[in-house]
């Protein structure tokens, strides 16, 4: 038997939910193309990310700890694939496109920094008198126009919603770059449980990692009702009480906890107003995909400890701190003398006649972790070969 395109899209209408984006339905992509004879448009936006420099680069990316503190913390790439799993089981379950539900949290992160969050925070300051630097519009524009892999247009060509579930992550009313996507309108439901499985990914794997790291305790995390749950049932689950299999335990039961949250309380909330089509789902004027009323707070109260004691540990402030330094080093030594950073990089400045701090934005950026570093010692380090 072969599925082709149109197979696919036929299987599509009839079994996906009312209010799910059909592939056959989209808006297309900024270049046109052909249609693939083998696969819908959101799968092929799907393996286009995938196959992406700046989705390989997200291996050597920081999460919350700087990667050469250890292999098994997890990176901005691990992180994007278990938000894309926990995406791939909400949108099943939902009756969603699960294909484009899995290229928008495959993309989501592409703009990312080296160094987590912190590095975005440093770049936006260093940004700021030319504009900032937002990594959901630097995801965006790095499907659009910093990839170069195709003879025809910039970028990846993504389809409309791809593009348009990536700009609109999280809060995006007052994102210059939505303007393109009607900011009034909330993205599709695909797009919108890709920021609840982001939350859920991140958080449930900060606290392995902590624990880990032994920067995190029991007793750190014992005040949050969700881990104090999942921990309770996950020792009565284990009966030789091995720490580790516990601890492997409570994060999957944390995952499993606010994933059937999730998903109950967004099929009870399309049924209770009665949304029937995408187009409802755009116009409801709130995001529909949340957690219920009992989760919310609970969740709320996690992502607190998780501050206090994690996120301003002294140790990942000491990481932080180092990130800034790198970070900033690197930006104003490639301001001020552009002819540091690569040819093509330049090249690529005159030829798209776009202000140099925006290029210097985006090859830093573009960096992971360890290449930061390397550039960091090889320009100030006069003992380190260039």
């Known amino acids: 038997m072969l599925l082709n395109r149109q197979a696919l899209e036929e299987i599509e209408q009839r079994t996906l939910a009312p209010y799910a984006m059909l592939s056959a339905h989209s808006r297309g992509r900024r270049f046109p193309e052909p249609e693939h004879p083998m696969r819908t448009a959101f799968q092929r936006d799907r393996d286009r990310i995938i196959h992406s420099a700046a989705f390989r ?46 290229a928008i949290a495959l993309a989501h992160d592409l703009g990312h920094t080296p160094f987590g969050h912190a590095g975005e925070r440093f770049l936006n300051e260093l940004m700021s008198p030319h504009g900032g630097f937002d990594h959901n519009a630097q995801s965006l524009r790095t499907v659009d126009w910093i990839e170069i892999r195709y003879p025809n247009f910039r970028g990846l060509n993504l389809t409309f919603e791809v593009r348009e579930g990536i700009i609109k992550h999280s809060d995006f009313q007052s994102r210059p770059a939505a303007l393109e996507f009607d900011p009034s309108a909330y993205p599709c439901l695909e797009a919108q ?15 392995d990692d902590g624990v880990k790291a032994q920067m995190l305790t029991g007793e750190d995390l014992n005040p949050s009702v969700l881990y104090r ?8 689950s284990v009966h030789d009480g091995d720490v580790r299999v516990v601890g492997s335990q409570t994060v999957i039961r944390m995952i499993d906890a606010m994933s059937t949250d999730l998903v109950t309380q967004i099929a009870s909330d399309v049924e209770r107003s009665s949304i029937r089509s995408v187009d409802g789902i755009r116009r409801a004027g709130r995001r529909v995909a949340a957690f219920s009323p009992q989760m919310t707070p609970q969740v709320a ?23 800034g330094r790198v ?20 090249k690529r400045a005159e030829q798209d006649h776009e202000a140099i701090a925006r290029v210097v934005a985006d090859y830093v950026a573009g960096m992971t972790d360890r290449f930061a570093l390397d550039e960091y010692r090889k320009l100030f380090d006069p003992d380190e070969r260039v």
């Open 57 to 102: 680069r997200l291996e050597y990316k920081t999460q919350v700890f700087v990667n050469h503190e250890g292999d098994y913390y997890r990176t901005r790439l691990t992180h994007t694939l278990e938000a894309a799993q926990i995406t791939r089981t909400v949108a099943r379950s939902l009756g969603l496109n699960v294909e484009l539900a899995e």
């Open 193 to 207: 449980i890709v920021d609840q499985a982001d939350e859920i990914a991140y958080l449930a794997h900060d606290v």
């Open 229 to 236: 749950s999942a921990s309770a049932q996950a020792r009565e």
């Open 301 to 323: 109260e996690l992502k607190e400890i998780m501050r206090q004691r994690l996120y301003r540990h002294y140790r990942v402030n000491r990481m932080t701190e180092k990130a």
């Open 327 to 346: 970070l900033a080093r690197l930006f104003e030594t490639y301001l001020a003398e552009p002819g540091q950073m690569p040819e093509h990089i330049l």
